[in-house]
């Protein structure tokens, strides 16, 4: 069957409906991410400070909220392919989890970065509520492109639901 146009390029990628052990996930413990760059441009910059109800930084500062995106953006693959990983029951099943940055240098506009990293932790719960969940973590380095200094280091941590254990 075909695909209709409009169908976003996430949606393409495939899960298998598996029952995932936790053997399984920990398995991307130590797997890293193909790695890349990301270039905050201006004007995406000017966007995002809109979007946050502020002017734009000085200085040719970028907003701190970078943080959240270019990391993701500039390491090699898109957020399908972290979900199909993790082996993502649906798009319903991801919950945002814990984000720490570690800022060494602000951000800044025109300014290209490099990312690094990969899996670094999973852990299993069981509540009451949710049920049974994975909580995949892992880990970026920033730096920056043109003196290879850290920029700042970023851990997020994504809870995949399940339901099975």
Not at 23 to 42: D, K, N, Y
Not at 52 to 75: I, K, R, T
Not at 127 to 136: K, L
Request: with cysteine; hydrophobic share 40%.
């Amino acid at each position: 069957m075909p695909v209709p146009p409009s169908t976003p390029p996430d949606a393409l990628v495939s899960v298998p409906r598996i029952a995932v052990t936790l053997e399984h996930m920990r398995a991307l413990v130590g797997r890293q991410f193909p790695g890349g760059t990301f270039t905050i441009e201006r004007w995406e910059n000017t966007l995002l400070c809109e979007a946050m109800a502020c002017d734009p930084l000085p200085d040719g500062l970028a907003h701190p909220a970078y943080l959240f995106h270019a990391p993701l953006a500039g390491v090699g693959l898109k957020y399908g392919d972290i979900f199909a990983l993790c082996h993502a029951e649906s798009d319903e099943a991801i919950r945002a989890g814990e984000y720490v940055w570690d800022v060494q240098r602000p951000l800044r506009v025109g300014h290209t970065y490099r990312m690094s990293g990969g899996f670094i932790g999973v852990e299993r719960k069981s509540g009451r509520r949710a049920g049974v969940m994975d909580i995949v973590s892992f880990r970026i380095d920033v730096r920056e492109v043109e003196d290879d200094l850290p920029v700042a280091t970023v851990v997020n941590s994504w809870i995949f639901l399940r339901s099975e254990s």
